[in-house]
T-cell receptor, first 113, second 113 residues
Framework: DAKTTQPTSMDCAEGRAANLPCNHSTISGNEYVYWYRQIHSQGPQYIIHGLKNNETNEMASLIITEDRKSSTLILPHATLRDTAVYYCIVRVSTSSNTGKLIFGQGTTLQVKP | NAGVTQTPKFQVLKTGQSMTLQCAQDMNHEYMSWYRQDPGMGLRLIHYSVGAGITDQGEVPNGYNVSRSTTEDFPLRLLSAAPSQTSVYFC????????????FGPGTRLTVT
């Protein structure tokens, strides 16, 4: 699975959009980009994933560049409860995929009032 | 659905003691895994299973055993606890295939003195 690079930490004002970048320059064609977050030592929580196209769900939007070498997770209206560590993970998608996730250090997002 | 459940929530062991961390899921997921998270670090994969009777090692398997006799349960056994195994342990499950998200349990905080 490709390696990812994320900033160590970011701040965001409450109510503003939080844009979390992720570089995955060695990503291959069959690798998905996943985002998880971990709020204060709870179990990680799935946010969103995508392959090529931009994706949106009730929690966030995922923007993947055309060359797929980087992506951005967007929390449209950050709240204090979005303060967490955000992990960007790339993973091969095949029918026999074992499901392994390799976590890096992630980005600590601090949402401030 | 209860999702992924883990017991106990907290445990203190003395060096050399053995114990089993329990993990169960009620979503009929084929894939289950165990991670450990040390303070300030990301999650590291210990062992995983792609179905009943099938297990494999992750990044940090030494000192731990697993078995998968049913789809629902995936216990993690510490054979002879060491202070280096002080950590928070998370269990996760998902359907097989790279495009499925993983669901994480709430974690077990283990201290080995």
């Amino acid at each position: 699975d490709a390696k990812t690079t994320q900033p160590t930490s970011m701040d965001c004002a409450e109510g503003r959009a939080a844009n979390l970048p992720c570089n995955h320059s060695t990503i291959s064609g069959n690798e998905y980009v996943y985002w998880y977050r971990q709020i204060h030592s709870q179990g990680p929580q799935y946010i969103i994933h995508g392959l090529k196209n931009n994706e949106t769900n009730e929690m966030a939007s995922l923007i993947i560049t055309e060359d797929r070498k980087s992506s951005t997770l967007i929390l449209p209206h950050a709240t204090l409860r979005d303060t967490a560590v955000y992990y960007c993970i790339v993973r091969v998608s095949t029918s026999s995929n074992t499901g392994k996730l390799i976590f890096g250090q992630g980005t600590t997002l601090q949402v401030k009032p | 659905n209860a999702g992924v459940t883990q017991t106990p929530k907290f445990q203190v062991l003395k060096t050399g003691q053995s114990m089993t961390l329990q993990c169960a899921q009620d979503m009929n997921h084929e894939y289950m895994s165990w991670y450990r998270q040390d303070p300030g670090m990301g999650l590291r994969l210990i062992h995983y299973s792609v179905g009943a009777g099938i297990t494999d090692q992750g990044e940090v398997p030494n000192g731990y055993n697993v078995s998968r006799s049913t789809t629902e349960d995936f216990p993690l056994r510490l054979l002879s606890a060491a202070p280096s195994q002080t950590s928070v342990y998370f269990c996760a499950s998902s359907y097989l295939g790279g495009s499925y998200e993983q669901y994480f349990g709430p974690g077990t905080r283990l201290t080995v003195t």
